[in-house]
């Protein structure tokens, strides 16, 4: 399938966020990329600043169009504010959750395990990156992938930082899907409010 693959400095200074990762990009050129990037800012219409908004959340989780208008339906059905099941749903997502748990550094490299199918959801292979977890469904390391460099160094790496909606083991590399989590939780910079009015109009 489809997926960006150009240079992350050039997304990160677009949306001044190192939204795929560090950049030095940003430290060293502050402004956006082409052409006119250091011309005078010009005012950005409603429109602009909501679709700008859209492509920020389909950049940081690694979604395509499609996939992404699938999920907005999804979140519109579900009963609650709709911006806020949007990025429950894009949470909840395999590669997300690996990310998460801090098995991989990124959700690129979280991506490519799951395809290579180093993860399990439930005791069995899943290879589908958005495949949709559900509270309750544990994700573990293959016993086989558990020796992988990829994944003792970002565990090895891995910060402090836990997610409340999620447990985890290091010693059996097993984590568990808790709960969706609520909007204040998820640390993402996204104004899902702007996506709502742009898929509204």
């Known amino acids: ?14 949306f001044n966020e190192a939204i795929l990762g560090p950049s030095k990009a940003l430290q060293k050129k502050a402004y956006p990329p082409g052409q006119h990037g250091r011309g005078r800012k010009r005012k950005q219409s409603e429109y602009a600043v909501q679709l ?5 959340a389909k ?3 690694g979604v395509l169009e499609r996939q992404f208008s699938n999920l907005f339906q999804k979140a519109s059905r579900i009963q609650g504010i709709t911006g806020a099941n949007l990025l429950k749903l894009l949470d909840a997502r395999l590669d997300n959750t690996v990310f998460r748990l801090g098995v991989a550094p990124t959700r690129r490299a979280a991506r ?7 993860i399990t959801v439930n005791g069995g ?10 509270p309750g469904d544990v994700i573990a390391v293959r016993e086989k992938s558990k020796s992988l460099e990829v994944i003792s160094d970002s565990l090895a790496s891995r910060t402090v930082k836990r997610f409340t909606w999620l447990e985890w083991d290091g010693t059996g590399m097993t984590g568990k899907f808790v709960s969706y989590p609520d909007r204040e939780q998820i640390p993402e910079n996204i ?3 702007l996506i709502v009015e742009l898929y509204s109009k």
């Open 1 to 14: 399938m489809a997926r960006y693959t150009g240079p992350k400095s050039k997304i990160a200074r677009k």
């Open 52 to 56: 700008m908004e859209k492509q920020k």
């Open 59 to 61: 950049y940081t989780y």
């Open 112 to 118: 490519q395990l799951v395809l290579h199918k180093h």
């Open 125 to 134: 292979v899943v290879n589908i990156p958005s495949y949709s977890l559900k």
């Open 191 to 193: 104004q899902e409010q």
